[in-house]
């Protein structure tokens, strides 16, 4: 089994809906991300969680919101979905001691019409 | 501020060929540097990373890299490229401080042909 498991894996959904992205993990790390990935611009933080009472905007969090329902569940919610939202998008993981790599599901990819 | 450059969008290396992927990064401090590879349809995987010491560090997959502070480069490094390895190469840096977070690069895509 996985250990960062993504679900769903592919969506395809229109404009204006409420759309929910999960993951969870089995690593047991405190720390968990999401990113999404556009071509030619890596991968762009969104929200990052240090713990379960921990939660910080990334670099991109207009349009999201997320929720942290225990230290293995963290979810991203797109209110209103946008056509520029459309991108693949990845949860991650890593330790509590800084700077460890992260682990990565497998991502799912969203598509707004 | 931290930030990563990739100047290479693609690369296309021959099967058995060597193979360097060119990194560059800012960063204010000591950085702690990584290279992960994605594969289509797959999330990210860390291939190796450096923090301190040895600058030239050995990673899964035959892969290497190696930390040159007065370049501020972190290239990574393959003798003999399968056709396996055709993937996207990510390098990313992040700090020693809390509350950090890594900054990716935008990517290199390897085209190995036969």
């Known amino acids: 089994d996985a250990d960062v498991t993504q679900t769903p894996r592919n969506r395809i959904t229109k404009t204006g809906k409420r759309i929910m992205l999960e993951c969870s993990q089995t690593k047991g790390h405190d720390r968990m991300y999401w990113y999404r990935q556009d071509p030619g611009l890596g991968l762009r933080l969104i929200y990052y969680?240090?713990?379960?009472?921990?939660?910080n905007k990334g670099e991109i969090s207009d349009g999201y919101s997320v929720s942290r329902q225990a230290q293995a569940k963290f979810s991203l919610s797109l209110e209103s979905a946008i056509p520029n939202q459309t991108a693949l998008y990845f949860c991650a993981t890593s330790p509590g001691q800084s700077n460890q790599p992260q682990h990565f599901g497998d991502g799912t990819r969203l598509s707004i019409l | 501020a931290q930030s990563v450059t990739q100047p290479d969008i693609h690369i296309t290396v021959s099967e058995g060929a060597s193979l360097e992927l060119r990194c560059n990064y800012s960063?204010?401090?000591?950085?702690?540097l990584f290279w992960y590879v994605q594969s289509p349809g797959q999330g990210l995987q860390l291939l190796l990373k450096y923090f301190s010491g040895d600058t030239l560090v050995q990673g899964i997959k035959g892969f290497e890299a190696e930390f040159k502070r007065s370049q501020s480069s972190f290239n990574l490094r393959k003798p003999s490229v399968h056709w396996s390895d055709a993937a996207e190469y990510f390098c990313?840096?992040?700090?020693?401080?809390?509350?950090?977070?890594?900054?990716f690069g935008a990517g290199t895509r390897l085209f190995v042909k036969a």
């Open positions: 960063y204010g401090a000591t950085p702690y």
């Open positions: 969680s240090f713990d379960v009472k921990d939660i």
């Open positions: 990313a840096v992040g700090g020693g401080t809390g509350g950090f977070k890594t900054i």
